[in-house]
């Protein structure tokens, strides 16, 4: 009989089951997910299917720890909640700092500095907060025994580089060719050859993980 304990997900309680499940197979086909689409998506991803349940593996890459579709499912979705109300977060931040900037320098015509200062300050609170929401799942199982090691930094390679799209792999190498064009050839003189370095490490890291893409197949 599978019993279990409770545990909390930014002040929600979570049930943890104690007999998760073990079965380990794990096929090509499950790797390949449609490509993240932002921090919600990216924070499933390190639950991998796994028979009858998932496998956790904080960063997609740390060793295997076994759960049930309800805690994976309670996981993903305490996340999500938090998000939302991280977004809240920054928009109210946000407007607060340009609000006290404006009392505290009311004589600046662009109070830049305290604008600035605010804006960093909710930006630092809003990492710290997703730093400690992306580990919960690690902080809630870490008393239960790995299911499998660690990845290897071949392996988390070709399991990452099958979950990315092509349209995501070639974004900065498209990026770096607009930048370069943009300011590199039309912009000051002085900058040119920053923009230059910029643009061809763009292009060389598109290049380094569209060859290891094609070596997937």
């Known amino acids: 009989m599978a019993l279990a304990r409770r545990s909390t997900f930014g002040g929600e309680a979570i049930t943890l089951a104690s007999d998760p499940p073990t079965d380990l197979a794990m096929s090509d086909a499950d790797l390949v997910r449609s490509p993240a689409r932002g921090p919600s998506d990216s924070f499933a991803a390190q639950f991998a ?3 009858d349940g998932f496998l956790y593996r904080r960063n997609q890459k740390g060793p295997a720890i ?3 579709v309800e805690e994976r499912d309670a996981f993903v979705a305490a996340f999500s909640r938090w998000m939302d109300i991280q977004m809240l977060v920054v928009l109210i931040g946000g407007i607060l700092a340009v609000v006290l900037a404006y009392v505290i320098f009311p004589a600046a015509d ?3 500095e305290g604008i600035t200062l605010g804006v960093a300050l909710v930006m630092t609170a809003v ?3 997703l730093k400690r929401a992306w580990d919960a799942p690690s902080r ?6 790995h299911a499998a090691p660690a990845l290897s930094a071949a392996e988390a390679r070709r399991r990452a580089l ?16 607009y930048f370069f064009a943009r300011y590199a050839l039309r912009g000051e003189e002085r900058w040119a050859l920053a923009w230059l ?6 292009l060389a890291a598109t290049a380094v993980r569209a060859y290891w893409k094609l070596r997937l197949r």
Request: no cysteine; glycine share 12%; aromatic share 4%.
């Open 49 to 51: 299917r796994d028979g």
């Open 66 to 68: 076994a759960v049930s």
């Open 110 to 112: 662009y109070p830049m």
């Open 127 to 129: 990492l710290i907060g």
């Open 140 to 145: 809630a199982l870490a008393e239960r025994p």
């Open 162 to 177: 099958a979950r990315t799209s092509w349209a995501q792999i070639a974004l900065p190498g498209i990026l770096s060719i």
């Open 197 to 202: 370095v910029i643009g061809l490490a763009g």
